[in-house]
C-alpha cells in the first residue's frame, strides 16, 4: 500500500528496464516481484515490492548499503518512490516465503539457484508452521487477556 501519493503511470511498462538494470548488477543471483504487482493485482495504490537475492560472494556488511543503492535506482527506473525492496539473504523466513510463494521473477541468472532457494525456503516453511501455529495462538491467547 502506498505511503506518499498515487501511482498515475503505467509501472508494469517499466519493468522490462528492472530486468535490464538487475541483468548489469553481478551481485544479484535473482529477483522477484512480489505483494499486488507480482500476483498481477495492482492498482492506484499500490506500491512496488522487489525482492532481490544476493551472490554469496556479497558480504552481509554490504547488504544495506546495497540495498539503498538498489531503491534509489528503482525509484529512478520507476518513476516512483512507492518501492520497497528486500533482500532475501537477510530476512525472516515468514517474509522470504511470502515473497516467492506469491510473485513473479523478475530476473535469474541461473534458474537452478532460484529453484534451489525457492524449494529450501518452502520446506522450511512447511517444516516449521506447526511451531509458528503454536507461537501464533500463545500470542492470540495473551492479546485476548490482556
Known amino acids: 500500500m502506498i505511503r506518499f501519493s498515487k501511482i498515475t503511470h503505467n509501472v508494469r511498462a517499466l519493468f522490462p528496464k528492472v530486468r535490464h538494470?538487475?541483468?548489469?548488477?553481478?551481485?544479484?543471483?535473482?529477483?522477484?516481484?512480489?505483494?499486488?504487482?507480482?500476483?498481477?493485482?495492482e492498482g492506484p495504490l499500490s506500491d512496488g515490492d522487489i525482492a532481490v537475492f544476493l551472490t554469496k560472494e556479497v558480504p552481509p556488511d554490504n547488504y544495506f548499503e546495497l540495498?539503498?543503492?538498489?531503491?534509489?535506482?528503482?525509484?529512478?527506473?520507476?518513476?516512483?518512490?512507492?518501492v520497497d525492496l528486500i533482500i532475501l539473504n537477510e530476512v525472516n523466513l515468514s517474509l522470504t516465503y511470502h515473497a516467492i510463494s506469491k510473485s513473479t521473477v523478475l530476473f535469474e541468472r541461473d534458474p537452478r539457484v532460484r529453484i534451489e532457494f525457492q524449494v529450501r525456503t518452502m520446506d522450511r516453511s512447511f517444516d516449521t508452521k506447526p511451531f509458528r501455529q503454536v507461537q501464533y495462538e500463545s500470542l492470540l491467547r495473551r492479546i485476548q487477556e490482556g
Open 67 to 82: 540495498r539503498l543503492r538498489m531503491m534509489t535506482d528503482m525509484f529512478k527506473i520507476l518513476k516512483t518512490d512507492e
Open 21 to 41: 538494470y538487475f541483468t548489469s548488477k553481478p551481485d544479484v543471483e535473482f529477483a522477484y516481484l512480489y505483494g499486488s504487482y507480482g500476483e498481477g493485482k
